[in-house]
Nanobody, 124 residues
Framework: QVQLVESGGGLVQAGGSLKLSCVAS???????????MGWYRQGPGKQLELVAY???????SYADAVKGRFAISRDYAKDTVYLQRNRLKPEDTSVYYC???????????????WGQGIQVTVSS
């Protein structure tokens, strides 16, 4: 099993910045392999949507709504993914979820894991 723990959410004014972090850990502490990590969000009354992801080689992809404002990065040594969010808008208000495609051990296949979610509220 892989656990994902998000941090860095909260309340911020429109135009401000906030950085989310997500740390992945395995039952024995280490994780055999992580293919990709990403962030999703679900706003009030909206469906879950992909925000950004980063694959093992470092390539990134972003939703059109956040291009140029958000930046995803990863610390491979710490199994941590970050989401730097700038020029925040009220419509960015959502619960943000961390996701990882990972193999807990060499005996496990790649599985999609999710964090518990963290609230981000952008006030106008």
């Amino acid at each position: 099993q892989v656990q994902l723990v998000e941090s860095g959410g909260g309340l911020v004014q429109a135009g401000g910045s906030l950085k989310l972090s997500c740390v992945a850990s395995g039952a024995s502490g280490s994780i055999f392999s992580i293919a990709a990590m990403g962030w999703y969000r679900q706003g009030p009354g909206k469906q879950l949507e992909l925000v950004a992801y980063i694959i093992g080689g470092g390539s990134t992809s972003y939703a059109d709504a956040v291009k140029g404002r958000f930046a995803i990065s990863r610390d491979y040594a710490k199994d941590t993914v970050y989401l730097q969010r700038n020029r925040l808008k009220p419509e960015d208000t959502s619960v943000y979820y961390c996701n990882a495609d990972a193999r807990a051990t060499m005996d496990h296949p790649y599985t999609s894991y999710w964090g518990q979610g963290i609230q981000v509220t952008v006030s106008s």
